[in-house]
């Protein structure tokens, strides 16, 4: 088992509404498989007095705010304070964090964001989750499928890892940072407390607290400058 690669050491639990989700499983990406079935389970049980179910499976905190033209499908959990923007577009099968944005022409599908997560300009975001106060730039695209279709793998330290799946877009840990314009390939792993430079090309895993410049020069940060 690939230490640097399990949720926890990614993830903080305490920033979802899906913490029982991830503390059942090792890799982040485990979740995708449950996640239809823990959103509808879940929504069920949510306060009626937090929050309104709006239509088929779909749950919408009282004090989020979406906007009339945005697009939304169920299973879907949007959380306290979230803001989903003009012309979103939720596909279903997605939780939405506490005071996260989902902004203008941004799909999301098949995801959890944690709270505080920023998706405000032109994103796709499939099949992915994206950690506490993460945040990508505009036109930023977690490609979840292989050109060839075959199922995803991990790149770690030269070694390929089978995650089963054959949509699988990117996990993005707590605090990091992707510019602007930038693919993430899938089965993506960005650490803790990253930057990827705007215009990147990702693949595989990339530590925490580093600095993506392109394929083959991450460069460690100077946490005490």
């Known amino acids: ?4 690669l399990l949720a926890k050491n990614l993830l903080d639990f305490d920033q979802t509404i899906a913490k029982p989700l991830f503390e059942n ?54 959380c306290d304070h ?40 032109y994103n796709y975001i499939g099949d992915s989750v994206l950690g506490f106060k993460s945040h990508t730039g505009a036109g930023v695209i977690t490609s979840n499928l292989k050109s060839d279709k075959s199922p995803v793998t991990v790149l770690f330290e030269g070694d390929k890892l089978d995650t089963n799946r054959k949509k699988f877009g990117a996990i993005i840990g707590d605090n990091t940072e992707v510019g602007c314009n930038s693919v993430l390939n899938p089965g993506t792993v960005l650490g803790r407390n990253t930057n990827v430079y705007p215009l990147s090309m990702v693949r595989g895993y990339v530590p925490e607290n580093s600095i993506y410049k392109q394929q083959g020069e991450i460069c460690e940060k100077d946490l005490y400058r």
């Not at 449950?34 to 389970?41: A, H, T």
């Not at 007095?49 to 949007?78: E, R, S």
């Open 1 to 4: 088992m690939q230490e640097k």
């Open 25 to 78: 499983v090792d890799y982040p990406w485990e979740v995708f498989e449950k996640l239809s079935d823990f959103i509808i389970e879940m929504g069920q049980n949510l306060p009626e007095d937090k929050y309104d179910k709006i239509d088929d499976n779909i749950w919408v905190a009282k004090t989020a705010v979406v906007a009339p033209t945005a697009y939304l499908h169920g299973p879907l959990i949007i």
């Open 82 to 121: 979230a803001e989903i923007r003009h012309c979103a577009f939720i596909r279903g099968c997605a939780i939405v964090g506490e005071n996260s944005v989902v902004g203008n022409s941004t799909e999301l599908k098949g995801s959890i964001l944690f709270n505080c997560v920023q998706t405000p300009h």
